[in-house]
């Protein structure tokens, strides 16, 4: 079309659901990329480029505060018993929130960040400081480390974290949190993979690399078919598409791109596909929706942008947001796919 569509915006104020009781103290009060600090706030905003964004978005919807009162909000994680895992950055601590909003730490962790369940339903959690990937029994509030090195070196930072079509955990290591998070020693801490990588790992526990190429990768999904990964870089503002099959990536290309945009904090982070295909990124402002086909359908903009999501409640459809030190649920008009 030579004729470009308007951007059509929608604003409403945010509604709120009953709060849970108020957090501890945090313990490190700087985080890994995008300036991790609580931005200035936007207004919530319905910010649609093409007249597909109706499509998953009603023009009417409002988001609910499910909690707040955390530090740094990131990796939420619906569990089909009717609640949410949320990790704390600053607070270093996953919580689970029941639905009428309260609160309870499982576990406390060195800044723990990405969330998923592997193929036994069990927690499993990028943990920041320790360098590795964990599996969590939040019952117990302990913890087992199930990767932590690659040839003979540490990890640099696990970042996100997936299940794949074939069973396997696929996870993003960058270097955006080392030495500037203080406290605990992390911040003496320096690279020692000679690149940031996104990696496999295998029910076996084998530990493969599948590229390198990336300067700090971060989100990571895959398509409801299992046949593309999508991997974005928040320094390079970039999604990128790879083809998927037997274990193995191939075919890297630019999806997207999501420059910064003026008062607007945020950049690729958080990913997330749903059925029909389309790929929710973490951005400027907030959740940018894509179409298959790599067309920027339209923002959802929060009040203090948004690092990272996921799909949970009945059938899928409400968007659990992790945005600064608030938690909020948005309903959609499509269903999230969900790996696990």
Same mark, same amino acid.
């Given at each position: 079309?030579?004729?470009?569509?308007?951007?059509?915006?929608?604003?409403?104020?945010?509604?709120?659901?009953?709060?849970?009781?108020?957090?501890?103290?945090?313990?490190?009060?700087?985080?890994?990329?995008?300036?991790?600090?609580?931005?200035?706030?936007?207004?919530?905003?319905?910010?649609?480029?093409?007249?597909?964004?109706?499509?998953?978005?009603?023009?009417?919807?409002?988001?609910?505060?499910?909690?707040?009162?955390?530090?740094?909000?990131?990796?939420?994680?619906?569990?089909?018993?009717?609640?949410?895992?949320?990790?704390?950055?600053?607070?270093?601590?996953?919580?689970?929130?029941?639905?009428?909003?309260?609160?309870?730490?499982?576990?406390?962790?060195?800044?723990?960040?990405?969330?998923?369940?592997?193929?036994?339903?069990?927690?499993?959690?990028?943990?920041?400081?320790?360098?590795?990937?964990?599996?969590?029994?939040?019952?117990?509030?302990?913890?087992?480390?199930?990767?932590?090195?690659?040839?003979? /070196?540490?990890?640099?930072? #696990? $970042?996100? @974290?997936?299940?794949? &079509? *074939? =069973?396997? !955990?696929?996870?993003?290591? +960058? %270097?955006?949190?080392?030495?500037?998070?203080?406290?605990?020693?992390?911040?003496?801490?320096?690279?020692?993979?000679?690149?940031?990588?996104?990696?496999?790992?295998?029910?076996?526990?084998?530990?493969?690399?599948?590229? /390198?190429?990336?300067?700090? #990768? $971060?989100? @990571?999904?895959?398509? &409801? *078919? =299992?046949? !593309?990964?999508?991997?974005? +870089? %928040?320094?390079?503002?970039?999604?990128?598409?790879?083809?998927?099959?037997?274990?193995?990536?191939?075919?890297?290309?630019?999806?997207?791109?999501?420059?910064?945009?003026?008062?607007?904090?945020?950049?690729?982070?958080?990913?997330?596909?749903?059925?029909?295909?389309?790929?929710?990124?973490?951005?400027? =402002?907030?959740?940018?929706?894509?179409?298959?086909?790599?067309?920027?359908?339209?923002?959802?903009?929060?009040?203090?942008?948004?690092?990272?999501?996921?799909?949970?409640?009945?059938?899928?459809?409400?968007?659990?947001?992790?945005?600064?030190?608030?938690?909020?649920?948005?309903?959609?008009?499509?269903?999230?796919?969900?790996?696990?």
């Amino acid at each position: 079309m030579k004729r470009l569509l308007a951007m059509v915006i929608i604003g409403f104020s945010v509604g709120h659901a009953p709060l849970g009781a108020q957090s501890t103290s945090p313990v490190n009060p700087q985080m890994r990329g995008n300036g991790r600090s609580q931005s200035p706030t936007l207004p919530f905003q319905l910010q649609a480029r093409n007249r597909g964004f109706w499509k998953v978005m009603s023009p009417k919807i409002k988001p609910r505060v499910l909690a707040t009162g955390f530090g740094f909000t990131e990796g939420p994680l619906w569990d089909r018993r009717g609640f949410l895992y949320v990790s704390d950055e600053i607070q270093n601590k996953v919580y689970r929130i029941d639905a009428n909003g309260s609160k309870t730490a499982v576990i406390s962790l060195g800044i723990p960040d990405g969330n998923t369940y592997n193929q036994q339903h069990q927690l499993i959690d990028c943990a920041t400081v320790l360098r590795a990937v964990i599996l969590i029994n939040p019952d117990k509030g302990t913890y087992k480390v199930l990767a932590d090195r690659y040839e003979g /070196k540490p990890l640099d930072a #696990p $970042n996100d @974290i997936v299940q794949g &079509p *074939d =069973g396997a !955990l696929y996870f993003t290591d +960058d %270097t955006l949190a080392l030495g500037r998070a203080p406290g605990e020693g992390f911040g003496t801490m320096q690279p020692t993979q000679p690149s940031t990588g996104v990696y496999r790992l295998a029910p076996d526990g084998h530990l493969s690399l599948l590229t /390198k190429g990336m300067t700090q #990768p $971060n989100g @990571i999904a895959f398509s &409801p *078919d =299992g046949k !593309l990964l999508y991997v974005n +870089d %928040t320094v390079e503002h970039n999604i990128r598409v790879f083809d998927f099959h037997d274990g193995a990536i191939s075919n890297g290309r630019i999806f997207g791109i999501e420059p910064p945009e003026r008062g607007k904090p945020g950049a690729p982070d958080g990913m997330k596909t749903d059925q029909r295909g389309d790929v929710w990124v973490s951005g400027p =402002g907030g959740i940018w929706v894509w179409s298959p086909a790599g067309q920027h359908l339209g923002t959802i903009q929060f009040p203090h942008g948004a690092t990272n999501f996921g799909w949970g409640g009945p059938g899928f459809k409400t968007l659990y947001v992790a945005a600064g030190h608030t938690v909020y649920m948005l309903p959609t008009q499509v269903e999230g796919f969900v790996p696990y």
